[in-house]
């Protein structure tokens, strides 16, 4: 074929191509968007807490709970959530914190990576610390460990005094890096394992760094609770929902139970503290 032949039909079919491409377009623009809003909304529904209240059983109930404190999961992870939480007690809240492009923020996880800023549709910390003034004891669930990341928590506390503050992370070195420089953090490590539970108790070291436990209540017993008093720890079960397994935990001396559960909350005593921070399991 002709090269004046080729560009004629070129020409011929250059408007059919032209519709083609903005019908795209157009569909894209239509289309994108709403898948887009929809996983984020999904990505962002998995992250949410899923506080509830349920009535308890009176005939069920101990005398008294006044000595253990009352944490709501992860009620700072939504804003929503958190003013719902602090509407059924005064005790603890819990936020998980990330980072996001610098910025912290409360969510169960850190952004996914390239896409994650667009679908991490979480609260900044910044926000979630000013709604929470009425809360007797921020704790901060650290879901990160970069030295980076220490450091923007660290500042972030420091700029911001005023409040009791625990945090709580697997990584010792995290929990270390408070000691040092803010020794006033109440600081529990994360256990959901039996081995990383003796490891700590056979660890001279990790019991000098840390005030206590915050653990999977499966883990816990009477032989492990009485190891864990023995060695000065505080310690906070997580996630309990059912009043004979919380009974269970309260007559073995547990210090703070983490709920979803916003009738526990209510129950448990809000304004307990374990000591006077700072010189809990260390030695000069």
Request: overall charge negative.
């Amino acid at each position: 074929m002709y090269p004046c032949v080729v560009r004629a039909s070129i020409r011929a079919r250059m408007p059919f191509v032209l519709v083609a491409l903005l019908s795209l377009v157009t569909l894209a623009l239509i289309v994108v968007p709403r898948f887009a809003d929809r996983a984020a909304r999904a990505y962002q529904m998995r992250q949410l807490p899923l506080l509830f209240y349920q009535d308890l059983e009176p005939a069920g109930l101990l005398g008294d709970y006044s000595s253990v404190l009352g944490v709501a999961h992860n009620s700072g992870n939504s804003m929503v959530a958190l003013k719902r939480a602090l509407d059924h007690q005064d005790g603890a809240i819990e936020i998980d914190v990330v980072s996001d492009q610098g910025v912290l923020r409360a969510a169960h996880r850190p952004p996914v990576r390239y896409i994650g800023r667009f679908l991490l549709r979480s609260p900044t910390l910044e926000d979630v610390w000013e709604e929470a003034s009425g809360a007797s004891l921020v704790k901060l669930d650290l879901k990160e460990s970069s030295p980076l990341f220490v450091r923007r928590v660290l500042d972030f506390l420091d700029a911001h005094p005023q409040r009791t503050v625990a945090v709580s992370s697997p990584y010792i070195a995290v929990l270390e890096a408070f000691q040092h420089e803010r020794p006033q953090t109440i600081r529990m490590l994360s256990i959901r394992t039996q081995p990383r539970l003796d490891q700590l108790l056979t660890s001279p070291d990790e019991l000098r760094t840390v005030h206590g436990v915050t653990i999977h209540h499966s883990l816990l017993d009477a032989q492990r609770m009485d190891a864990l008093h023995d060695a000065g720890l505080l310690i906070a079960a997580w996630t309990v929902n059912d009043l004979d397994r919380l009974n269970e935990l309260v007559e073995l001396g547990v210090h703070a139970v983490t709920t979803d559960n916003l009738a526990i909350t209510e129950l448990l005593g809000g304004d307990w503290l374990p000591w006077e921070v700072g010189d809990a399991n260390t030695e000069d």
